[in-house]
């Protein structure tokens, strides 16, 4: 028997910029975040990251929930810990048995004037968390009446366990449509069909693209380009593959300067720009050691800026992550959700209503596409 272990995610979010707003900043909130484990383990530690910060984050007090008891989080052996702009801590290893199906709720309390900045949205089964006024870091059950579901994940980026070797992480990287329900949907179905052994890590900001990012107060919230993201966000505890879902908002978000000042032409890539950016992504993560499977750009007919050209791009894009040799698999989800009549519409049933993101049933399917063999 081999008792070998090693440190594997179990939960995990990208960290992008948050929308900036008059009340960007908050005092005396406790944020938590209720924790699913796919598998067991002896330890847990935390990971906070201020990497899109511009100024330090104070995390007062931080705690674990398990069991129905509270256990005490700490940094270099204190309780408070200060995460500088654009840098990252991690707890000290809690020694703490958890079981597969469990859930650990991680709460931090905020006691000063804190900058939040860092910050990823995300929805689906599995997702959310809630704030409170005040420090509630060891109260159980917070009441409704001082607190507030949130599907903002600050600073908080990623839960590991110390459990078997035989435990591994799936990165799943993209935007807006990976950090919405698809990949809870992955991890339900790894419970439901017995992959117990996997766990699926939601790496994904809404809006970003693989080539640009926006400079601007107005947009700067639709994230970090590729160049910026792929290398602080897919390195995973315990990952040995990555799915890859992105390159649409690099199609549709320039309109010219005449429409948007923010978002001109020039802005838009050839397809072979967008490939070679692509090709960056695989080769990054052939460096971490992880098998590649990237899943084709589904579709956009009926979008706000859905021309002809963008679908001849979408589809060339599409064309190259099907036939290359580069990836260990195509996951075609472009397949899967289009109209066999319109192959540039979703089927309706799989259409959330806007064109760009599927629905519900939309993201149920999509998780049903990713094969087997990575889930093993």
């Known amino acids: 028997m081999n008792d070998t272990k090693h440190w594997a995610s179990v939960w995990g979010n990208a960290v992008s910029v948050a929308e900036n707003r008059p009340e960007r900043y908050a005092k005396n909130i406790t944020l938590r975040y209720g924790i699913n484990l796919p598998f067991s383990g002896t330890a847990i530690r935390l990971t906070f990251d201020n990497y899109c910060g511009t100024e330090p984050v104070t995390l007062t007090k931080t705690t674990a929930f398990h069991g129905g008891e509270f256990y005490p989080v700490y940094f270099a052996g204190q309780r408070s810990v200060t995460v500088g702009a654009g840098e990252t801590?991690?707890?000290?290893?809690?020694?703490?048995?958890?079981?597969?199906?469990e859930m650990v709720q991680i709460s931090f309390y905020l006691g000063d004037f804190t900058l939040m900045r860092s910050v990823v949205y995300t929805c689906g089964p599995l997702s959310g968390g809630l704030y409170a006024n005040g420090d509630e870091t060891q109260t159980a059950h917070i009441p409704m009446d001082t607190s507030r579901t949130t599907q903002l994940n600050y600073f908080l980026s990623n839960v590991s366990v110390l459990t078997s070797a035989e435990n591994r992480a799936v990165v799943c990287y993209g935007d807006s449509i990976t950090a919405q329900d698809w990949?809870?949907?992955?991890?339900?179905?790894?419970?439901?069909?017995?992959?117990?052994?996997?766990?699926?890590?939601?790496?994904?900001?809404?809006?970003?693209?693989?080539?640009?990012?926006?400079?601007?107060?107005?947009?700067?919230?639709?994230?970090l380009s590729g160049e910026h993201r792929f290398h602080h966000e897919v390195p995973t505890d315990g990952a040995d593959a990555v799915i890859i879902q992105q390159?649409?908002?690099d199609i549709i978000h320039p309109v010219g300067a005449r429409n948007n000042a923010f978002r001109p032409m020039r802005d838009l890539p050839t397809v072979q720009e967008l490939i070679d950016g692509l090709k960056e992504y695989i080769a990054k993560a052939r460096g971490y050691g992880y098998r590649v499977y990237v899943g084709t750009l589904l579709p956009m007919g009926g979008w706000r800026t859905d021309a002809p050209f963008r679908q001849e791009m979408r589809h060339a894009y599409n064309e190259f992550i099907r036939t290359t040799d580069l990836i260990d698999g195509c996951i075609d989800f472009d397949k899967a959700l289009r109209d066999p009549e319109n192959p540039n519409w979703f089927l309706p049933e799989y259409d959330s209503g806007d064109h760009l993101h599927p629905s519900k049933r939309g993201y149920e399917r999509m998780a049903m596409e990713v094969p087997a063999e990575l889930l093993k």
């Open 247 to 249: 390159g649409i908002n």
């Open 183 to 223: 990949p809870d949907y992955l991890a339900l179905r790894c419970f439901r069909e017995g992959y117990e052994h996997t766990a699926v890590i939601r790496r994904a900001t809404s809006g970003s693209r693989i080539l640009r990012e926006y400079s601007c107060l107005t947009y700067e919230s639709y994230g």
């Open 89 to 101: 801590v991690v707890s000290d290893p809690l020694e703490l048995t958890v079981t597969a199906g």
